[in-house]
C-alpha cells in the first residue's frame, strides 16, 4: 500500500478512519505533495511529511516529522504546511521550526523568521547587539608592524560612543539588539526608525539611527558572514532609508553676547528641576572655553588624571594644559589645550557634586549619576579604594548636552521655548560654540586663532595678524600651539565674560526663569492630580 499514491480527499480520509476503527496499521502516500502521507497506528489517524536532505558536500539523511491528527486541519492547510515542512528537511533546515509556527497560526514571514531564529541558534550566530559591539571594537596594527605594540581601534572614542548612543543603546531598539542578526528583516528597522521620529529626539535621531545600522550589516556581510549568516543575495538593508535632509549649518553661531546669555540661561534655569546632573551644566559651562567636538569634551578626565599639567607660563598662573591622545580625537593626533582658572573652578564644582551623589570619586571630569545607589552600596565595601567601580563608572555622553539645550527651546510638551524669550535662536547645538570662535576671530581677521583652538589644520584660507605672521608654517603646525591658543582663548574670554555679566541683570533672564518655574509647578500639580486618581479607589468621584 505504500508504494501506491492516493490524492488528499475526503473518501481517503474515511478509509483511513476505517483502518483505524478495524485496529489495523497503515500508510497512506499522498501524491501532491509528494513526502506527506496519512499514517494509521496506535488508535491515531494523523499527517506525517518525510524527506530526505539534499546538501552538497553532506551524506543524505531521511528527516520525518508528525504534523498532527487529520481532523485538525484543512486540505489546504496541511498541504501549505507539508510543502514548506519538506522545503525545509531538503535544504537541511529546521523543520520544527516551519511546524511549530503555523500551528500557531503564523505567516509565510514569520515562518522564515523562525526558520532563520532556529539556524542562527544552532549555529551560535551574533545577535544584532554583537554585532555592533565587534564593528566598535575593530582593532588595527600600527604601520610600522611593531609586534610588541598593542592594536589600536580603529575608530575614534567619538564614533563608538555615536554607534552606542545612536544605534545599539536606543530605547526603541532595546527589543531588536537581543535578536539575531539573520532573523531580522527590513520592517523591524523600519519600525524602530518610525518610533525614533516619534520620540521627540530630533529630526536626525532617525536618520542616524538608520545610517549606522546599514553600516554595521554592510560590514557582517563582507567581513562576518560566516557569524553574522547574511546572504550576499538578500541585502534587504539597502532599502532602507530616511527622508532627512541635513541643513546648511554653517551659518548656526552665536555672537559673544549669545554666548553669555546662552550660559547665563543654562545656569539660572538648569537646577530648577532640582534632578539634573550637575556634570551637564558643568560641560555646558566650559564648552565655550575649551572648544572641543562635543565627544571630546565630555570624555575629558577628571582633574587628578596625569592628562592635567600646570601651564608653565608665569603670566598664566592657575591655568591647567589639558592632553587628548591621539585615538580621542577627529584629526588623530594629540592636542594641547591650556584652560583658565575659571573652567578649573567649574571642573572643581561638578568633582565634588559627582563625589556627594556617588559616594565614591569618578575618573571623569563629567561623570555620570546613573545607579548611583549601587555605587554607594558598593563603594561602602571598598574600604580601601574610593573609586567608583569601573564598571559603573560612565562619563555623559555628548547627547546628554543636546537634550539640555532641547529642552531650553521648548522641545519638551509643556514647557516653553526659553531661547526665544532671551533672544536667541531656537536651535542651538553644542557644535554651534566652535563655528562661533570661527565667526569671531574671521570678523577682525585673526581666523589663525580660530584654526588654532579648533585644532584645525593650517590652510591659506587662515587669516593671519601681523604677530602670527612671522611664525614659520612649521612651528605654527606644530601639535600643541599651546602659547598661541592661550593669546586666542584671553581675545575669546575678553569678549563673552562682559556679555555674560550683562545678561545676567537682563530683564528677559528674569522673564525666562518665571516661565520655568512655572512650567515646573504645572509639572507637579499634574503630576499631584495623577497621582491622585491612581489611588483613589474605583468608583470614588472626584469630589470625595
Known amino acids: 500500500m505504500a508504494n501506491k499514491r492516493y490524492a488528499l480527499t475526503k473518501d481517503l480520509l474515511s478509509e483511513a478512519g476505517a483502518k483505524r476503527d478495524a485496529d489495523a496499521e497503515c500508510q497512506f502516500a499522498i501524491d501532491n505533495p509528494r513526502g506527506l502521507s496519512i499514517r494509521v497506528r496506535g488508535g491515531e489517524v494523523a499527517y506525517y511529511v518525510q524527506a530526505r536532505t539534499r546538501l552538497r558536500g553532506q551524506k543524505s539523511t531521511v528527516v520525518k516529522r508528525r504534523l498532527g491528527a487529520v481532523g485538525d486541519f484543512t486540505f489546504a492547510q496541511v498541504k501549505k504546511i507539508a510543502t514548506e515542512a519538506i522545503f525545509a528537511i531538503k535544504n537541511g533546515r529546521d523543520p520544527d521550526a516551519v511546524i511549530e509556527t503555523r500551528l500557531m497560526g503564523g505567516d509565510e514571514k514569520s515562518v522564515a523568521v523562525a526558520v532563520d531564529r532556529a539556524e542562527a541558534l544552532k549555529g551560535e550566530l551574533w545577535t544584532f547587539e554583537t554585532l555592533i559591539d565587534q564593528y566598535a571594537g575593530r582593532t588595527k596594527r600600527s604601520k610600522d608592524g611593531g609586534r ?3 592594536a589600536k581601534l580603529r575608530l575614534a572614542p567619538s564614533s563608538i560612543t555615536e554607534l552606542e548612543t545612536r544605534l545599539r543603546d536606543r530605547p526603541e531598539n532595546a527589543e531588536l539588539k537581543n535578536r539575531f542578526v539573520k532573523e531580522l528583516r527590513l520592517e523591524d528597522l523600519e519600525e524602530v526608525r518610525d518610533r525614533i521620529d516619534a520620540s521627540g529626539s530630533g529630526p536626525s535621531a532617525g536618520a542616524k539611527y538608520v545610517d549606522l545600522a546599514k553600516r554595521v550589516l554592510r560590514w557582517g556581510l563582507k567581513q562576518k558572514r560566516r557569524f553574522t549568516g547574511l546572504e550576499p543575495t538578500a541585502t534587504w538593508w539597502e532599502a532602507l532609508s530616511h527622508e532627512y535632509e541635513m541643513e546648511d549649518r554653517s551659518k548656526r553661531y552665536l555672537t559673544p553676547a549669545q554666548i553669555g546669555m546662552l550660559i547665563a540661561l543654562l545656569e539660572a534655569v538648569r537646577p530648577l528641576g532640582g534632578n539634573n546632573n550637575d556634570a551637564v551644566l558643568g560641560a555646558l559651562q566650559v564648552s565655550w572655553m575649551i ?94 579604594d574610593n573609586r567608583v567601580p569601573a564598571h559603573l563608572d560612565k562619563a555623559i555622553t555628548p547627547s546628554s548636552l543636546n537634550h539640555a539645550l532641547d529642552a531650553l527651546a521648548g522641545r519638551k510638551p509643556g514647557w516653553p521655548d526659553l531661547l526665544t524669550v532671551v533672544g536667541l535662536p531656537n536651535r542651538i547645538g553644542p557644535h554651534d560654540e566652535r563655528r562661533s570662535v570661527t565667526s569671531f576671530f574671521e570678523n577682525f581677521g585673526e581666523g589663525a586663532y ?95
Request: proline share 6%; net charge positive; aromatic share 6%.
Open 291 to 384: 572648544p572641543q567636538r562635543s565627544s571630546a569634551l565630555v570624555n575629558m578626565l577628571a582633574l587628578s588624571s596625569d592628562r592635567w599639567i600646570p601651564d608653565p607660563a608665569p603670566e598664566r598662573a592657575g591655568w591647567r594644559i589639558y592632553i587628548w591622545k591621539p585615538d580621542e580625537v577627529k584629526n588623530k593626533r594629540e592636542i594641547k589645550l591650556s584652560v583658565p582658572p575659571i573652567a578649573i573652578e567649574i571642573l572643581k564644582r561638578v568633582a565634588q557634586y559627582s563625589k556627594q551623589q556617588l559616594s565614591a570619586v569618578s575618573m571623569w571630569a563629567f561623570p555620570q549619576d546613573r545607579n548611583k545607589y549601587l555605587v554607594r552600596a558598593l563603594a561602602a565595601k571598598q574600604r580601601n
Open 148 to 150: 610588541n605594540e598593542a
Open 450 to 544: 580660530a584654526s588654532a583652538l579648533l585644532d584645525h589644520r593650517v590652510s591659506g584660507a587662515d587669516k593671519m595678524s601681523r604677530e602670527v605672521a612671522a611664525i614659520t608654517q612649521s612651528v605654527y603646525s606644530a601639535a600643541d600651539r599651546v602659547v598661541f591658543k592661550a593669546e586666542g582663548m584671553l581675545m575669546w574670554m575678553e569678549a563673552v565674560l562682559p556679555a555674560y555679566e550683562a545678561a545676567k541683570k537682563d530683564p528677559r533672564l528674569a522673564k525666562a526663569v518665571q516661565m520655568r518655574k512655572a512650567a515646573l509647578a504645572n509639572g507637579v500639580s499634574e503630576e499631584r492630580k495623577k497621582g491622585r486618581a491612581r489611588a483613589r479607589p474605583a468608583g470614588t468621584p472626584a469630589s470625595a
